[in-house]
């Protein structure tokens, strides 16, 4: 598979944006021995706007990056795989296309609320295999919950915005 060079801009500066945007406020939650950020909100953005394949990389790789660079890097194997099928899954569900610009539709929310439950559970599993307890990565759950639903009032606040700005006049024409 080719990339332009365009392309590969662009997906450079969505991973960076997802890394950033993870980076910039981090509030530690204990139970998780993680912390809640801004970058699930990025990658819902990424993954509706951008498709499947622009999620995924920027989900995964841009999350992972910011793992490492925060000093959570025994998570960042996690993070790459959990964040990357997040972002698959919410650009394979959602209908942001040419033919239909619209920004609120069952397909863009069920496809985000299905990443974000993905995550959770990725989280879980993740979280039970690092602490050799399932029962203890079980206290993560409300956590993750939290980011992941800030996240997702994150993303509908600025896809509205974007919306009305008609962004994906300038994002479709890629």
């Known amino acids: 598979m080719k990339m332009s060079t365009k392309e590969l801009c662009i997906q450079?500066?969505?991973?960076?944006?997802?890394?950033?945007s993870t980076m910039v406020f981090q509030i530690p939650v204990s139970a998780t021995q993680g912390y809640i950020h801004l970058g699930d909100s990025m990658i819902l953005l990424i993954s509706v706007f951008f498709g499947a394949k622009y999620g995924m990389v920027a989900g995964g790789v841009g999350?992972?990056?910011?793992?490492?660079?925060?000093?959570?890097?025994?998570?960042?194997?996690?993070?790459?795989?959990?964040k990357g099928i997040m972002g698959y899954v919410i650009g394979k569900v959602a209908s942001f296309s040419e033919k239909n610009d619209k920004f609120f539709t069952y397909r863009n929310m069920i496809g985000s609320?299905?990443?974000?439950?993905?995550?959770?559970?990725g989280y879980f599993i993740g979280g039970g295999i690092l602490k050799s307890s399932f029962a203890v990565a079980a206290v993560s759950i409300p956590e993750n919950l939290l980011q992941g639903f800030a996240g997702f009032a994150i993303f509908v606040?600025?896809?509205?915005?974007?919306?009305?700005?008609?962004?994906?006049?300038?994002?479709?024409?890629?």
């Open 63 to 82: 999350s992972a990056l910011a793992d490492v660079l925060s000093g959570y890097a025994h998570w960042a194997l996690f993070t790459f795989i959990i």
């Open 113 to 121: 609320v299905l990443g974000v439950i993905w995550m959770v559970f």
């Open 157 to 174: 606040v600025v896809g509205v915005a974007f919306h009305r700005a008609k962004i994906y006049k300038y994002v479709l024409s890629r």
């Open 12 to 20: 450079g500066l969505l991973v960076a944006l997802v890394a950033v």
